[in-house]
């Protein structure tokens, strides 16, 4: 490898780690990067979603028990993630928003106000399938709690929740996430480097046959082009085995191993999901957000998801900018981003969308579940192996 990639390497990694030490945080668990994965683009400082000024992430991570499926006892392996567009402005400065589902075999509420709109009025969180309900009622709670101290001001709520499938590992149908855990993830929300792996909502999930969970990744766009930020977090729990690709190369079908969902028929195989939140400053209006969602789905076909038919892929994006745009009582003079313009946004949200998920399946750790359902992380070495046999291994 030549002198200056070398370098060029270990300045990335000195980098990320001051990066965590300026936020008061220890160096995280190795990222794809850390493992001489290559990608695209250029990220922010921390290459996660936090890089957007005023984001936060929160997650309260359930893991109790072991052994046989008692339901409403557990195993338990599930939990919530939140995120917050404005900090603790999200509730009283609403941002621009729009979604896109690319397979709509899966749940977001709130979008069709979103869709109408065209504004995120609070936080997303991302729980499993079967707590969309108690997280949803929650949040009003929290809302209400953290809202206008006059009650008549509160009256009305339609959150954002997104969900995708835990039940091979957790006991999904025994509700263990309760309204104190939605309470934690949003009251812990902070800025910084974002846990990944097996954490919050994506804590029982599985990807393209290894375990999933939780990612992040972000894009500093040139001077050139605004040096605006895009910011992704996914919670994936898509995908089979043999379609996954890491730059580029068809991973899935070098590293053997159990494949956890082997039991179930080819056509039915792909029916995990993923969630998308994608971030930016860039002055973008809801039509243009709609269009960076849309993007999301090239991100994640490189990874090698042909988003089957009982996937939920479902993705929201916002903008921090134009703060004062939900304001009442007068003209609100606006700021957007020529559409002519858009193509660095658009493969900031490619980039960071792939890195995002190869993040969250490199932070993920081996987990044993209900039933003694295991799920094998993705190796380290034999990842590094495999893109070193075809040359894209950056060393």
């Given at each position: 490898m030549p002198p200056r990639t070398t370098l060029l390497l270990a300045l990335m990694l000195c980098t990320a780690v001051a990066a965590a030490a300026a936020y008061g945080?220890?160096?995280?668990?190795?990222?794809?990067?850390d493992l001489g994965v290559p990608f695209d683009g250029t990220p922010g400082p921390l290459n996660a979603i936090t890089d957007v000024d005023g984001v936060l992430v929160g997650h309260t991570t359930l893991i109790d028990g072991n052994g046989k499926l008692v339901v409403g006892k557990g195993p338990v392996r599930t939990g919530v993630t939140a995120v917050l567009p404005?900090?603790?402005?999200s509730m009283q400065q609403f941002s621009f928003a729009g979604w896109f589902s690319e397979n709509g075999n899966g749940e977001m509420t709130g979008t069709t106000w979103v869709e109408e709109s065209g504004f995120l009025e609070g936080p997303v969180l991302i729980t499993n399938t079967h707590s969309v309900g108690v997280v949803r009622d929650a949040v009003i709670?929290?809302?209400?709690a953290h809202g206008p101290a006059d009650?008549?001001?509160s009256w009305w709520s339609l959150p954002v929740v997104a969900e995708t499938w835990d039940g091979w590992l957790n006991d999904i149908n025994g509700f263990?996430?309760?309204?104190?855990?939605v309470f934690h993830a949003l009251d812990s929300a902070r800025s910084g480097p974002v846990e990944e792996g097996a954490v919050g909502g994506g804590t029982g999930m599985?990807?393209?046959?290894?375990?999933?969970?939780?990612?992040?990744?972000?894009?500093?766009?040139?001077?050139?082009?605004?040096?605006?930020?895009?910011g992704v977090l996914v919670q994936c729990n898509y995908g089979r085995r043999q379609n996954l690709r890491i730059a580029g190369i068809p991973v899935g079908r070098e590293i053997e191993g159990d494949d956890p969902y082997a039991w179930v028929p080819a056509d039915l195989a792909e029916r995990g999901s993923i969630i998308v939140v994608v971030a930016t400053n860039a002055p973008l209006l809801p039509h243009q957000l709609k269009r960076i969602a849309r993007r999301v789905s090239l991100g994640i076909g490189r990874n090698g998801s042909i988003a089957g038919n009982g996937s939920g892929d479902i993705f929201i994006a916002f903008s921090t900018a134009n703060s004062r745009a939900s304001e009442l009582g007068h003209l609100v003079a606006l700021q957007m981003v020529p559409n002519d313009s858009l193509d660095p946004l658009f493969a900031a949200t490619v980039e960071a969308t792939e890195e995002a998920i190869v993040n969250a399946m490199v932070a993920a750790t081996d987990?044993?579940?209900?039933?003694?359902?295991r799920v094998r992380a993705l190796p380290h070495d034999q990842l590094r192996a495999v893109l070193a046999k075809y040359n894209r291994l950056i060393r």
């Open positions: 945080a220890a160096p995280q668990k190795p990222r794809a990067r404005r900090g603790a402005d709670a929290w809302r209400v009650p008549t001001e263990h996430v309760k309204a104190e855990h599985v990807c393209n046959g290894f375990k999933g969970g939780i990612g992040t990744s972000s894009r500093k766009l040139t001077d050139k082009d605004g040096g605006y930020l895009v987990m044993t579940g209900i039933d003694g359902h």
